[in-house]
């Protein structure tokens, strides 16, 4: 037995280490997206004229905890990585113990999707509003009407013309 690693075992780790990298930048990726969700939201309720304006909610602070872990996971293995590759070049073996770092961001992400599920159950409208263009039973057949004109009134902010 050699006094240090093979290369396939530092290539291993390189795809590891790499693989984490993704991981990462994964998770900061989609926390930028939930933070920016709530304006998304905020932007959809200005569309529809649905007034008064509600603060972004938890989406910010769900986003900010997905960026931040993924800085977590960045720096964690970063660090697990120059470890492993210092155990690999003085001969110890590797350990074939379980990666405290993946579950660690398993038991993280599992929390945080219950709470967005949570918070995602607590604000969503049990009654769909109706659109302000959209008449009901116009022409008598049970269905609601589309309103072509009140939309392209709404849309560029002009008075609609009387019927």
């Known amino acids: ?12 780790a ?25 304006l998304f939201l905020q932007t959809l309720a200005l569309a529809q004229a649905r007034m008064p304006l509600q ?8 986003g900010t905890a997905l960026i931040v872990l993924g800085v977590a996971v960045q720096v964690l293995c970063t660090l ?4 492993l590759v210092r155990r690999l070049a003085s001969g110890a073996p590797a350990s074939g113990e379980a ?3 993946a579950i ?3 038991a993280v992400l599992a929390i945080i999707g219950l709470a967005l599920a949570v918070y995602l159950i607590s604000v969503r409208d049990p009654a769909p509003r109706r659109a302000a263009n959209i008449r009901e039973d116009a022409d008598g057949n049970g269905r609601p009407s ?13 008075p609609l013309a009387a019927e």
């Open 14 to 38: 390189e795809r590891t280490f790499l693989a984490w990298i993704r991981t990462g930048l994964a998770l900061m990726g989609l926390g930028f997206v939930v933070a920016r969700f709530g």
């Open 146 to 158: 589309y309103n072509a004109s009140a939309n392209c009134a709404a849309r560029h902010g002009l």
């Open 99 to 101: 990666s405290t770092l």
């Open 1 to 12: 037995m050699s006094s240090t690693g093979s290369l396939a075992d530092y290539l291993a």
């Open 55 to 62: 603060e972004t909610g938890w989406s910010f602070w769900f």
């Open 80 to 83: 697990a990585h120059v470890r």
């Open 104 to 106: 660690g961001v398993a």
